[in-house]
């Protein structure tokens, strides 16, 4: 969840960080950590692997992730809200969490093996969405290969409605417009190769695997 921290809204501050694991357990009926252990079984990891998680809110994806990893993996879970850092933290496990802009990286080229962004694209800016993917392909190694999550840039024109409505009134006017031009269209304008979108959850949501070239 790449968002600003600001206390004093609801849908970037701590309470809302408290409670996003037990919001996403109750809308997905507790399906979406079976997805993620599935989604990550996907990316093939090695024991040693670096992966970066993207925009990993309070790092239900980044804890799944280091669990598949060997003491020489590494896992950096990567948001711009320190509320919803402080709440990974609590939660525990081998990762390192850092604040900073999905478009911005402090991190090195070339670093990571992999790298994931899960239900976080849709809430960076518009015009922020493909610097940061650009970012995610100058830190990944040439070869290194990753997933996105995000909702569907398909389907049927009535869901596709409903979509954005609901975006819009929950993240503002921005957020639905992840489904134009779609994640395939802008992780190949960021120089990235993607698989075939997957859809999941009745095909609200769909996942991309990519690959650095």
Do not use: K
């Not at 922020?128 to 650009?134: C, H, N, S, V, Y």
């Not at 997933?147 to 389907?155: I, N, R, T, Y």
């Not at 779609?182 to 993607?194: E, H, I, T, W």
């Amino acid at each position: 969840m790449n968002t600003p921290d600001d206390g004093g809204s609801l849908s970037y501050g701590r309470r809302t960080a408290r409670l996003y694991e037990p919001f996403v357990a109750a809308v997905t009926l507790g399906r979406y950590r079976p997805l993620l252990a599935r989604e990550v079984v996907r990316l093939g990891l090695g024991p040693a692997d670096r992966i970066l998680d993207l925009c990993c809110g309070t790092g239900l994806l980044s804890r799944e992730l280091a669990r598949r990893l060997g003491p020489d993996g590494e896992v950096v879970g990567v948001d711009a809200s320190e509320a919803m850092l402080e709440q990974a933290r609590l939660a525990g496990g081998r990762v390192v969490y850092v604040r900073a802009e999905a478009d911005s990286l402090p991190l090195p080229d070339g670093h990571f093996d992999g790298a994931t962004l899960f239900l976080g694209l849709h809430e960076i800016t518009q015009a922020a969405r493909l610097p940061a993917l650009r970012e995610v392909r100058r830190v990944l190694r040439p070869g290194g290969r990753g997933l996105v999550l995000d909702f569907a840039s398909g389907g049927p024109a009535l869901r596709r409605g409903a979509v954005r409505l609901a975006l819009s009134a929950l993240e503002g006017p921005e957020a639905w417009t992840i489904t134009e031009p779609g994640l395939s269209v802008l992780l190949s304008q960021a120089g990235l190769r993607p698989e075939r979108p997957r859809p999941v959850f009745l095909g609200v949501l769909e996942v991309v695997g990519f690959a650095r070239p």
